[in-house]
């Protein structure tokens, strides 16, 4: 299996807020991720950044720095995905394309959403540097 190039976002509000997605489509629907996806074909990181989080959310942003690299490895994918901060710069919250909500999460609610301990540890890396 080819790995695939993704890229991930963590859409700082404030040091304490930030978005998180529903998955609406595989690998793992209805789990709470920052909004992201694949890099097609000769598109820049930081665009397809910014069209991912526009088309799962409603927002343009900013792209920031880099966070983290990570990989998502299952039976049937191998995303090598690369998480940046953002901010936003206009648009309103709406979840779109592959996303079943979309919301606004404090850091103290983050537990109750069940995101995996990498998606914990890349959100609480963006909002350090926040």
């Given at each position: 299996?080819?790995?695939?190039?993704?890229?991930?976002?963590?859409?700082?509000?404030?040091?304490?807020?930030?978005?998180?997605?529903?998955?609406?489509?595989?690998?793992?629907?209805g789990?709470?991720?920052?909004?992201?996806?694949?890099?097609s074909?000769?598109?820049?990181?930081?665009?397809?950044?910014?069209?991912?989080?526009?088309?799962?959310?409603?927002?343009?942003?900013?792209?920031?720095?880099?966070?983290?690299?990570?990989?998502?490895?299952?039976?049937?994918?191998?995303?090598?995905?690369?998480?940046?901060?953002?901010?936003?710069?206009?648009?309103?919250?709406v979840?779109?394309?592959?996303?079943?909500?979309?919301?606004?999460?404090?850091?103290?609610?983050?537990?109750?959403?069940?995101?995996?301990?990498?998606?914990?540890?890349?959100?609480?890396?963006?909002?350090?540097?926040?």
């Amino acid at each position: 299996m080819i790995p695939v190039l993704a890229v991930g976002a963590v859409v700082v509000i404030d040091p304490q807020r930030f978005v998180l997605i529903q998955r609406g489509t595989p690998p793992n629907v209805g789990s709470w991720s920052l909004p992201g996806g694949r890099v097609s074909g000769a598109e820049r990181l930081s665009a397809a950044l910014e069209r991912e989080v526009l088309e799962e959310t409603g927002l343009v942003v900013a792209v920031g720095e880099l966070i983290e690299v990570v990989e998502l490895i299952g039976d049937d994918y191998h995303y090598v995905v690369l998480d940046y901060a953002a901010r936003v710069v206009s648009g309103e919250l709406v979840a779109g394309d592959d996303a079943a909500d979309a919301r606004i999460v404090h850091l103290d609610e983050l537990a109750s959403y069940g995101v995996t301990d990498l998606v914990d540890r890349v959100i609480r890396r963006a909002l350090a540097r926040a």
